[in-house]
């Protein structure tokens, strides 16, 4: 893990304005109170885990950050921007990625024409039938991204002869594509091995600095292993907040994991 004096002068160096504001950020589905008045605030290039049991509401909160959902109330910025009520596509061309807890990949495609797509899709001519050249601009950020997400050895491969970790992989690669600026991890280390698992925390800890990410995931190891702040949630509210080594000794967040605290 890097050491503080690390984390803050890159987060310093990030810039003074902040990545996302969540400003008393609701979410109800009839009588369903899923998010009661979140706040959460993010510097450019953060790393932060949300943590929380089934029901906490941190997918909930993902769906708002990301424009699936609209809130009931509150306020979600972007770089200073208001994208509260903005479309997915909007919050995506601001520099917005998401990956999801079901894989959403091209099966019949290899994994460098999945990325290629990926990269194609975030530009202004996405829609040309032209064949890329071999120094096309998306195709050499694909290509940088295979390396990136360590898939060199699998790269000609049809994704459907993938292993699972190595689909998730795909994923984080497939959601780099142009450039992003904050990225929203939706429980990466779901179903993976423990080789696998440190092969993930390996790219997300070489990922460029200016890439900040949020991370939902119940491997509590990997999260504090990737994160350089921690939100644990608990039923729709945030419970605590604090550095990885705080909420790994702290009694009520090892109890909530226990299942021994009440709403």
Do not use: W
């Not at 002068?9 to 003074?16: C, F, T």
């Not at 290899?110 to 096309?136: K, Q, T, W």
């Not at 390396?147 to 959601?175: C, K, T």
Request: hydrophobic fraction near 40%; charge should be neutral; glycine fraction near 10%.
């Amino acid at each position: 893990m890097r050491s503080g004096v690390q984390v803050s002068g890159r987060l310093s160096a990030a810039g003074a304005s902040n990545a996302l504001e969540l400003r008393g950020v609701t979410k109800r589905f009839g009588a369903l109170l899923a998010l009661n008045d979140v706040s959460m605030t993010l510097r450019p290039g953060e790393r932060r885990a949300v943590l929380g049991s089934n029901g906490a509401g941190k997918t909930t909160l993902f769906n708002c950050i990301t424009g699936d959902f609209l809130p009931t109330a509150g306020e979600i910025r972007l770089y200073g921007e208001d994208i509260t009520v903005f479309p997915p596509q909007e919050r995506i061309r601001r520099g917005l990625r998401r990956t999801y807890q079901i894989s959403l990949l091209f099966a019949g495609l290899s994994v460098l024409d999945n990325i290629y797509l990926a990269c194609r899709g975030v530009l202004r001519r996405r829609f040309s039938m032209l064949r890329p050249g071999r120094n096309e601009p998306a195709l050499l950020s694909a290509v940088d991204l295979v390396e990136l997400a360590h898939l060199q050895e699998v790269r000609d491969s049809l994704v459907s002869h993938l292993s699972y970790g190595q689909q998730r992989q795909l994923e984080i690669a497939m959601a780099l594509a142009g450039a992003p600026r904050l990225l929203l991890l939706d429980e990466p280390a779901a179903g993976l091995s423990p080789n696998e698992r440190q092969a993930l925390v390996e790219i997300l800890q070489n990922l460029p600095e200016h890439i900040g990410y949020i991370i939902i995931e119940h491997d509590m190891d990997v999260a504090l292993r990737v994160a350089e702040f921690v939100t644990m949630m608990h039923n729709g509210r945030v419970f605590k907040e604090g550095n990885p080594r705080e909420l790994e000794n702290d009694a009520e967040v090892q109890a909530l994991y226990l299942g021994e605290v009440d709403g």
